[in-house]
């Protein structure tokens, strides 16, 4: 009984999460993944470093919306590095490194972004083999932002009669084609480890600090909306074979919200002395539509595949919108590998897996 309250309630602190996040309009205005959970850094710089290996690399790739843009699909890439380094007797410092590029349309709108990060892992009880832990980290980046001016098309070149004329002034003045300005974000995580097959996290982040003016003019000024980052997941064992991977996260940023939410079942097929896992989930992502409520914008199919150090993901969108009709239920596809590099560790059970 006690085990089954231990593991309940975590459970319900996700549903709960999904129900109750839902001020706002519109979409979200940063890059994001479906598979959120395998772009931890890009996530939330408190999970720097929170692994149970000393080394992780991590890729994401995401191609979206190839069904109507064709060729001008927009592309999403990401890279990150990150170590753990123990400090006394049970805390961990996490340093880190992360890099993400996005390149959408026609005009080649580009956002490249690097930075690094540094987090702190405080063990606040437990003991070898469970613990509870309170995690601090920060961020400080660079970031690109760049378009081909001369690639876009205005009203006012139009004649009326279809026809294009592109030497016809468009209105419109652009100064700053390509410029950069500096990024800061800042992040909390809590995570509950019960023993080696059953965990709990639940953390957030404040994005976008310092509000960088990202306008394309010099006359006049864009402040980035901050973003609020709220995600909550788990693992938590039915049985020595198989388990369930929860997981939410809700962005929050000016007047957009987005939620994606579902289940991953895992399958460990490995043995004792090599760790091999399956895994297969549905997860619903929701977004608003200006003052039109919260509405269904995708649901997700995902796979990975784990052997020892070693995954892989991919995940598909199926598009259940009102843009449907145009993209015929396509959306986009998503592919995330990780790379750990594990040294001798005679802490015990130190965090959950992600």
Not at 136 to 155: T, Y
Not at 158 to 179: I, K
Request: charged share 15%; proline share 3%.
């Amino acid at each position: 009984m006690k085990l089954f309250t231990r593991l309940f309630l975590p459970v319900k602190v996700l549903i709960l999460m999904a129900f109750m996040l839902s001020p706002g309009s519109g979409q979200a205005q940063d890059i994001h993944f479906s598979q959120f959970y395998m772009a931890p850094l890009y996530l939330n710089p408190a999970m720097t470093g929170v692994m149970n290996c000393n080394h992780r690399i991590m890729g994401n790739y995401r191609n979206q919306w190839a069904s109507i843009l064709r060729s001008n699909a927009y592309n999403t890439y990401n890279v990150s590095y990150d170590q753990r380094i123990a400090v006394g007797r049970r805390d961990y410092l996490g340093v880190g490194a992360n890099f993400y590029g996005d390149v959408a349309g026609s005009a080649d709108f580009s956002t490249l972004k690097f930075m690094g990060s540094v987090s702190y892992s405080k063990q606040m009880s437990g003991g070898r083999n469970s613990g509870h832990y309170l995690v601090a980290g920060a961020d400080v980046g660079i970031v690109q932002r760049g378009i081909d001016f001369n690639a876009l098309q205005w009203g006012t070149q139009h004649d009326g009669d279809g026809g294009f004329d592109p030497t016809r002034p468009s209105f419109e003045s652009f100064d700053r084609g390509n410029f950069f300005y500096p990024d800061l974000s800042a992040g909390l995580l809590w995570f509950s480890v019960f023993d080696a097959d059953n965990n709990f996290y639940i953390g957030g982040a404040f994005n976008h600090i310092n509000r960088a003016n990202v306008s394309f003019s010099k006359e006049r000024r864009e402040l980035m909306y901050s973003r609020f980052t709220i995600h909550a997941g788990g693992e938590f064992a039915l049985s020595r074979r198989f388990a369930l991977v929860p997981g939410i996260v809700t962005f929050m940023q000016g007047p957009s919200l987005e939620i994606n939410g579902g289940t991953s079942y895992k399958f460990n097929l490995g043995s004792t002395r090599l760790y091999q896992a399956f895994m297969f989930g549905t997860w619903v992502r929701l977004a608003n539509k200006l003052d039109s409520g919260i509405l269904a914008d995708a649901l997700i199919l995902s796979t990975r595949f784990e052997y020892d150090r070693f995954g892989v993901g991919f995940s598909y969108d199926l598009n259940i919108s009102s843009l449907s009709n145009a993209s015929n239920n396509q959306g986009g596809f998503e592919l995330a590998a990780f790379y750990k590099i594990c040294g001798p560790e005679r802490r015990g059970v130190y965090c959950p897996s992600f």
